[in-house]
Nanobody, 124 residues
């Protein structure tokens, strides 16, 4: 599976962005999909994930501001980011793996497939 992330940019605090992740290749699409982010000097951290059945999970700092969704027909996953804060600045990565559940989809090492990352910069 190949993943292509897009939609990043430079915005002001309070603005919105919508990240997209397009999948191609071996896509039977029964994958759990996640978004992670990494800032300079920090470890990659979990942001949000969605299972094949549509269950969603978020890290606490984005709960209520970010929404993950998926379009199975078009093999896409989205991350709608509202009310962005400066601390959301990072490179955002989409990731995929088969049948991850609540106990594992927050952990980056359980994902086998990764997109190339898209930069999100939020200024005050």
């Amino acid at each position: 599976v190949q993943l292509q992330a897009s939609g990043g940019g430079s915005v002001q605090a309070g603005d919105s962005l919508r990240l997209s992740c397009a999948a191609s290749g071996r896509t039977n699409w029964r994958y759990s999909m996640g978004w992670f982010r990494q800032s300079p000097g920090k470890e990659r951290e979990f942001v949000a994930a969605i299972t094949w059945s549509g269950d969603t999970f978020y890290t606490e700092s984005v709960e209520g501001r970010f929404t993950i969704s998926r379009d199975n027909a078009n093999l896409m996953v989205f991350l709608q980011m509202n009310n962005l804060k400066t601390e959301d600045t990072a490179v955002y990565y989409c990731a995929a793996n088969v049948d991850l559940g609540a106990g594992t989809l927050r952990i980056s090492t359980y994902y086998d497939y990764w997109g190339q990352g898209t930069q999100v910069t939020v200024s005050s």
